[in-house]
């Protein structure tokens, strides 16, 4: 939902997007800033400021409609498996990058509710992601004059070593989304920047572009320690990603909150990625299982929730792939010993006798070929193989 749009007519190259909550201290914390912000004229004649507020019943009072070009309402909440609201801080971002492209803007720079521009400069063309300089605010009674005074005094030695005050060029707007499985503050920014990172080199620095953040208390992060377990280990997951040569769009993200791990399945539904193991792994989907193979291990993971953005998985089993006599024994309904699969040979057992017969794990079932060229099918379920 939108409350107003720019002139067509308006020449767009900087777009200045800010993210807030609805709820009654965040907004206090924006007109602050606000109120900051008009003592810096900084903002030219092609820039253009959207807010996205979190709540598709906000009415925005006079002050906060004035200042913004642009506000995009949106619910911002999902009800998760547990039938928990979680606040979800990336889909309150992504709206910037879709009305970006909207108006064509040339850059987009990324502002929460306590930033404050005391200088503004576009990056070079040929980076297309970007950082600016940012000076956190030490304590409550720092004013914004002793913080520009500090910076002009001190220089770089004030500014952060990493933030996520993003300048991006426009070529990646519709390439890089922020992800939506995550929950929640923190590593929402992260998770973006590796992976943008990862394709496109960066972040780089912008040097006379300057932010001073705006001191609160640490109480009002909204930091909420399951979010941030599950975020951390999706973001693990990602990071062991982004070290192969694969397609970064991700399908489907699992989340094991007994074992704080999260699993990550390329889009091509052939490699996964874990923030427990090193490497790619391979990966056969079995029903409402995952069998994931790596060098040296492998685990099957039994999928419990498939709820939009938040897909939940535990880990049943855990074999190690070191030897070449690991094995996991599987029953084929009769009383004797049944199949045994070599994962890490990738040969067949019967009982303590090789099975010379081919096979192949087809979806949710074991096809094995015999001699007499005839065809043997078991359907997988968990670690059973039963006779079909």
Not at 276 to 297: E, K, P, T, Y
Request: aromatic letters at 12%; one cysteine or more; charged letters at 25%.
């Amino acid at each position: 939902m939108s409350l107003g749009e720019i002139s067509s007519s308006k020449k767009t190259k900087k777009l200045f997007a800010y993210f807030a909550t609805a709820d009654e201290v965040g907004l206090k914390r924006l007109r602050n800033s606000i109120a900051l912000q008009k003592a810096f004229d900084v903002f030219d004649e092609n820039s253009v400021k959207v807010l996205t507020i979190g709540s598709l019943g906000y009415q925005p009072t006079e002050d906060i409609r004035e200042y913004f070009d642009n506000i995009i309402l949106i619910d911002t909440y999902h009800i998760d498996n547990d039938g928990i609201q979680r606040l979800n801080y990336c889909r309150l971002r992504n709206p910037s990058l879709d009305y970006a492209m909207k108006i064509n803007a040339k850059w987009l720079y990324f502002c929460d509710i306590d930033t404050v521009y005391i200088k503004v400069a576009e990056p070079e063309e040929q980076n297309t992601i970007n950082i600016a300089r940012v000076y956190w605010q030490k304590d409550a009674n720092e004013t914004i004059e002793w913080s520009v005074d500090h910076i002009a005094n001190w220089g770089e030695a004030v500014f952060s070593a990493g933030n996520s005050w993003f300048i991006i060029h426009h070529s990646i707007f519709g390439r890089f989304r922020f992800n939506e499985h995550l929950w929640g503050y923190t590593f929402d920014d992260t998770e973006y920047s590796v992976r943008v990172c990862s394709a496109m080199g960066g972040p780089h620095r912008v040097e006379n572009a300057h932010v001073v953040h705006i001191f609160h208390e640490n109480s009002l992060r909204n930091l909420e320690y399951v979010s941030y377990n599950r975020n951390q280990s999706i973001y693990n997951a990602v990071l062991n990603m982004t070290q192969w040569d694969c397609d970064l769009a991700a399908k489907s993200y699992y989340y094991d909150s007994q074992a704080n791990e999260a699993i990550v399945i390329e889009s091509n539904e052939q490699s996964a990625f874990s923030s427990a193991c090193v490497g790619a792994g391979r990966v056969n989907a079995v029903d409402n299982l995952l069998l994931v193979r790596w060098n040296d291990r492998g685990a099957i993971y039994e999928v419990t929730g498939e709820k939009p953005f938040e897909q939940t998985c535990i880990r049943i089993a855990c074999f190690s792939l070191s030897s070449a006599s690991s094995t996991i024994d599987v029953g084929d309904g009769s009383e004797e010993k049944g199949l045994q699969i070599d994962l890490r040979n990738n040969m067949l057992f019967h009982g303590s006798k090789i099975d010379p017969s081919n096979f192949v794990i087809d979806g949710s079932v074991l096809k094995v070929c015999r001699k007499d060229k005839s065809i043997e099918q078991y359907r997988i379920t968990r670690l059973d193989l039963e006779k079909v």
